[in-house]
C-alpha cells in the first residue's frame, strides 16, 4: 500500500484532506502553486483563503442543513471548522471569521503537523498510475495546465468551465392546485415535468419584471460571452418580449388539466433533479438576478406562489467535473483510481461543502493506504447527502454544482404520535427532525470509524 499521499491545492477542500490523512499517521505532501503563480481570484498564499466571502453560513445545527454540516464536522475533528470556531467574528446565527486570521491559523496548524511537507510547485500533469495516491483538490479555479490535463483524461464534454446554474425548488414547496404533470407531448415518463402556466397578462408581467430586476455583476476573472446554450433567461428577454414564449416557456405539446379548454400562453417547466424526487429544477432559468430579486419574481410565477428555493440561479466561472459519471464513491477517478477529486471541483458547492468532501477524500485515502476498509457516512448524514449528490446519476446531462440542503437527505415527510396516528410535519419542525435524524445517524457512524 503507498505510504504517501500527494494533494493537489491547499484550499478548503486540500487542507481538510491533508489534516485527515496525516492524524491517520500518513505522510502527505501538498502541491500548492501559490505564491510562485497565483489565480485570478486569490491574493495571499495562505492556506484555506476565502475569496469572495467571511461568511460560512448558519451556524444553527437544529434547523439548518448547513449547520448541521457545521456540527458534523466538529465532531470528526475538522481543521477548518477548529480554526473558523477560534477566529470567530460576530454575525448573528452564522458563523463568519476574520478572513487572515482563519486562513493563517489553517496554514500554521498545517505547516506544524510533522507529517504534512508542502511542495510549491504548480502541477500540470496526472501522475502516473505508478505514484503514490493522489487528490486533486485544485478548487473551481484550476490552473489551465492541470485543467487541460483533467480534461484530456476525462474528456471535454465532462469538464465544464462556467456553470449556468437555474433555481432548484423544493418540491413540496409547489402549489399542486396550479400546476401539473405532463411531459411535451406525452413523450417520456409524464412525471418527469411539472408545469406552470401562465396567462398572456402574467407572462409579460413576469418578462417585464425580469427586465427591471437588479441584476449581479461579473467579478473580473468570471467575463466570459455566453453561448446560446446556456443564456441567463433575462438576456433571452432582452432579445424581444416574446422570446421567452418560443424559448424555455413555450406552452407547445402541453395541456393544462385544470382549464383543459383554454391553452396557457407560456409555461415554466420544473424538472426531476435528484433521485428521491424532492427537488425540481427550473428549466432554462440560469440567471444573475441577484437573489433576493430571484425570489420576488419566480414566486411571480404561479403555483411558485410560496415556493422555497434549495438553489438560486447563477452564472460564474467554475470548473467540476460530471462525478456521478466519472468517480466511484470513495472519490476515485474511475480511469484512473490512485486518484481522488475533492472539494468544489467535484460538484460540491460552498466553503464548506468543499471542506466536507475534502474530509472524505482525506479519509478514504487514508483508509486505502492503511489497507483498511472505509466507513460511508450514512445518507441521513450531511455528509452521506453531499456525497450522495455527487453520486446522483438521475440528470447527469444536467449535473450542477450544489449546496448542501434537506432536499439531498432522504425524505422525512411526517411522524408517528404515541396514540399510533401519522402527523406531517412542516416547517421548523421538519427541518429539526432531519437534523435530529442526521446527528443520531451520525454519532452510530463515527463510532466506527
Known amino acids: 500500500m503507498s505510504a504517501k499521499i500527494h494533494i493537489i491545492g491547499a ?8 489534516w485527515q490523512a496525516a492524524q491517520r499517521g500518513i505522510e502527505v505532501i501538498i502541491h500548492e502553486m501559490r505564491p510562485q503563480k497565483t489565480s485570478p481570484a486569490h491574493q ?3 492556506c484555506a483563503e476565502l475569496v469572495c466571502s ?6 444553527d445545527h437544529t434547523n439548518s442543513a448547513i449547520g448541521l454540516l457545521h456540527e458534523e464536522m466538529r465532531r470528526v475533528d475538522s481543521l477548518i471548522m477548529a480554526c473558523a470556531d477560534a477566529a ?3 454575525a448573528g446565527g452564522a458563523l463568519a471569521v476574520d478572513r487572515g486570521e482563519f486562513s493563517q491559523s489553517v496554514t500554521c496548524r498545517l505547516r506544524e503537523h510533522p507529517l504534512i511537507t508542502f511542495c510549491p510547485e504548480e502541477v500540470t500533469s496526472l501522475p502516473p498510475a505508478d505514484s503514490d495516491l493522489w487528490i486533486i483538490a485544485a478548487g473551481p479555479l484550476a490552473s489551465p495546465a492541470l485543467t487541460a490535463a483533467i480534461s484530456q483524461e476525462i474528456g471535454n464534454q465532462s469538464l465544464h468551465f462556467y456553470d449556468a446554474i437555474a433555481p432548484v425548488i423544493y418540491k413540496d414547496s409547489i402549489n399542486f392546485d396550479v400546476v401539473w404533470y405532463q411531459s411535451r407531448y406525452d413523450k417520456g415518463n409524464r412525471t418527469d415535468y411539472i408545469n406552470c402556466p401562465l396567462t398572456e397578462e402574467q407572462y409579460y408581467a413576469f418578462v417585464h419584471a425580469l427586465l427591471e430586476g437588479e441584476k449581479v455583476e461579473f467579478h473580473e476573472f468570471e467575463k466570459a460571452a455566453y453561448f446560446d446554450g446556456c443564456l441567463p433567461i433575462e438576456v433571452m428577454a432582452e432579445r424581444g418580449l416574446q422570446t421567452l414564449v418560443f424559448g424555455p416557456m413555450k406552452p407547445i405539446g402541453l395541456t393544462n388539466p385544470h382549464t383543459p379548454n383554454k391553452k396557457p400562453y407560456a409555461v415554466v417547466q420544473l424538472r426531476q433533479d435528484n433521485r428521491q424526487d424532492t427537488l425540481r429544477n427550473m428549466v432554462g432559468f ?5 437573489h433576493d ?3 420576488r ?3 411571480m410565477i404561479p403555483g411558485l406562489e410560496h415556493a422555497e428555493f434549495a438553489r438560486l440561479g447563477g452564472i460564474h466561472r467554475n470548473t467540476f467535473i460530471k462525478s456521478p459519471l466519472l468517480l466511484d464513491r470513495e472519490l476515485r477517478l474511475k480511469t484512473r483510481p490512485h486518484i481522488r477529486f475533492a472539494g468544489q471541483i467535484t460538484g460540491c458547492e460552498g466553503y464548506v461543502e468543499s471542506a466536507a468532501v475534502g474530509w472524505s477524500a482525506g479519509y478514504f485515502a487514508a483508509c486505502e493506504a492503511l489497507g483498511r476498509t472505509p466507513q460511508m457516512p450514512p445518507p441521513e448524514t450531511a455528509f452521506g447527502a453531499m456525497l450522495g449528490h455527487l453520486q446522483d446519476d438521475t440528470d447527469i446531462e444536467n449535473y450542477q454544482p450544489m449546496n448542501i440542503n434537506f432536499g439531498l437527505f432522504p425524505l422525512i415527510s411526517g411522524e408517528m ?3 399510533g396516528k401519522f402527523r406531517k410535519l412542516k416547517g421548523a419542525e421538519r427541518k429539526q427532525a432531519y437534523c435530529r435524524r442526521a446527528l443520531a445517524k451520525f454519532d452510530e457512524w463515527r463510532q466506527k470509524l
Open 417 to 419: 404520535t404515541k396514540s
Open 286 to 290: 440560469q440567471t444573475k438576478l441577484k
Open 293 to 295: 430579486e430571484q425570489r
Open 54 to 59: 467571511n461568511s460560512l453560513r448558519s451556524d
Open 297 to 299: 419574481i419566480f414566486q
Open 11 to 18: 484550499g478548503l477542500a486540500g487542507s481538510e484532506a491533508a
Open 44 to 46: 495571499t498564499s495562505w
Open 88 to 90: 470567530k467574528v460576530p
